[in-house]
């Protein structure tokens, strides 16, 4: 067995994790004082958003140097200290590559941007020229994924494809210096210890060069499922990822994990021996709270990566997405997206929202396979979806029209402390407001709280690793109507009580954890561990 294989990714969102220098912006020393926490939490290993050289307009996501540290987040020398750190805790780091598309401060694309049409500096990107006789018209009627079109035109009438925002051109991955170019990198950090990279817009590299029109609407912040699509999920992406394969297997250890939204059926192809160890499974995340639903959806996950002999992967939230405490509190069918600027607000309700996220993740944590948290959810933190529009910082927010809010209220600076300038994430505010609410979820205020939904992540994690990670069996238990219930390989099994009413559980087992303290009489929305 392999770390990765049932191991607990806690990933941390850099800018928004911990402050060390006052500047209201997290960053990698603030991180370094944190492994403590981490390391108590329980957690294998950290991955971390993009941390490169970056004009931040996409928080990081726009990398203008992939071998340099963004300074407002620290120098390459914490870089290494942190991963030396990490490791001395038993934490492994994964980094965050992002292959698609560059920043267009990246001196490849400034070099792009002062050769003519046709230049090779210009073939290291898709730089087109448009359709009407002045080359006025978009060369395809493609959206970018944050809104408007995915075509940015120049002064001398070229185009150039970005599927996100326009500082974010699209690499050609045909071109062969791109494709070299990014094996150094990944040398680069592998040889600095690196544990392995999580691969950003994993579907997306290889883009269909006859330029089709595409007949289906972009949804803003969806990847279509969409078969032959013209830059989602295409096969040329397989040859890239072999060759990734080959360069991480002369290391020993290190993994590959996919970030690639594709359909269900798509997705072990990724997965295959040759190719990555892991993809994010966004089936389970974008479930709905239903019984039948979501066994359905974990058997046929469990499945698809048996086919294959990959692991499974589970996740509820992360950078993205509306906070899952938040989404669980919605009525079902409620386009949690949209809702963040349309509502009605007052549909929400926190409490069922937590209760469930707390039997979620109990859930989620006794699953076979490996598990992802995002940073905040062990404080079963909300989304902050009222923040003022003035400090609105994802493009998503512009590019939209002011149509979608984006993703800034899961991105709020993480309260560490009950009071404080920023609640004890810096020593001054914070780069985006904390609400009110903050102080009272904070680290200190559920530091040894019993029931407190921290010391909850706590005891689970600690009992995960005792209990349920020698297996990779699950085996589903008769259960009432609305009631999931399996049992692990070590006699282990967790109940999970979806709508239904309360139910009672097996009276000759021993309870190991519950995520609400009453006896053997499971209550809704919550769910139990027992032996
Ligand atoms: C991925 C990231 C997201 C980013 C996008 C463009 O989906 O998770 O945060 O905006 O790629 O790089
Ligand atoms: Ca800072």
Request: charged share 25%.
């Amino acid at each position: 067995m392999q770390w990765w294989n049932a191991g607990v990714v806690y990933q941390v969102y850099i800018r928004s994790f911990a402050d060390s220098n006052g500047d209201g912006i997290g960053d990698i020393n603030g991180l370094r004082s944190r492994l403590g926490y981490l390391s108590d939490l329980g957690v294998d290993a950290i991955w971390v958003n993009p941390w490169y050289q970056s004009p931040l307009n996409d928080g990081g996501y726009d990398v203008s140097d992939y071998r340099a540290i963004e300074p407002r987040f620290g120098t390459l020398a914490d870089a290494e200290a942190l991963i030396t750190e990490a490791h001395a805790h038993g934490i492994k780091v994964v980094v965050d590559l992002v292959p698609n598309h560059t920043s267009s401060e990246h001196r490849w694309f400034q070099e792009a941007l002062g050769s003519t049409k046709e230049s090779v500096a210009r073939s290291r990107y898709h730089f087109r020229p448009g359709k009407g006789a002045d080359s006025e018209e978009p060369p395809t009627n493609w959206s970018s994924v944050f809104g408007g079109s995915a075509w940015t035109r120049l002064a001398d009438g070229d185009w150039y494809l970005h599927l996100f925002d326009s500082t974010q051109p699209d690499l050609n991955w045909e071109n062969q210096e791109v494709r070299t170019e990014m094996e150094q990198v990944m040398r680069f950090w592998l040889d600095r210890g690196a544990d392995g990279f999580r691969i950003d817009v994993a579907h997306g590299l290889v883009k269909d060069m006859s330029y089709p029109d595409h007949a289906e609407e972009q949804e803003i912040l969806i990847s279509s499922q969409a078969s032959d699509h013209p830059f989602w999920d295409r096969d040329g992406i397989h040859p890239i990822v072999r060759q990734w394969r080959q360069l991480l297997d002369e290391y020993d250890d290190r993994i590959l994990v996919a970030e690639a939204w594709v359909a269900a059926d798509s997705l072990p192809r990724y997965l295959r021996p040759d190719e990555y160890h892991q993809s994010f499974n966004f089936d389970f995340l974008s479930g709905s709270w239903d019984a039948a639903q979501m066994q359905q959806l974990i058997a046929s996950s469990l499945d698809a990566v048996a086919a294959v002999e990959a692991t499974p992967t589970w996740v509820l939230s992360n950078h993205d997405v509306v906070r899952h405490a938040t989404r669980l509190g919605l009525p079902q069918d409620t386009d949690w997206r949209r809702w963040l600027l349309d509502g009605p607000h007052q549909i929400l309700d926190t409490d069922l929202g937590l209760a469930r996220a707390r039997a979620a993740v109990m859930f989620m944590l006794a699953l076979p396979g490996s598990v992802y948290l995002y940073q905040g959810e062990e404080l079963g933190l909300h989304e902050v979806w009222d923040l003022p529009d003035e400090v609105l910082d994802d493009p998503v927010w512009e590019r939209s029209g002011h149509t979608m809010k984006g993703r800034d209220g899961c991105r709020v600076p993480i309260p560490w402390a009950v009071e404080g300038p920023s609640l004890g994430f810096g020593s001054g505010p914070a780069w985006l407001p904390q609400p009110e609410w903050f102080g009272a979820a904070s680290v200190e205020a559920q530091q040894a709280q019993p029931g407190s939904t921290l010391e909850l992540y706590r005891a689970a994690l600690a009992l995960r690793s005792k209990h349920l990670v020698g297996d990779a069996e699950a085996e589903w238990l008769d259960a009432p109507e609305g009631v999931i219930g399996f049992r692990r390989g070590s006699g282990v099994e967790c109940w999970l009580n979806v709508s239904g009413q309360t139910m009672t559980l097996p009276t000759d087992r021993e309870i190991l954890l519950t995520s609400t303290s009453v006896g053997h009489e499971l209550p809704v929305n919550s769910a139990a561990w027992l032996k």
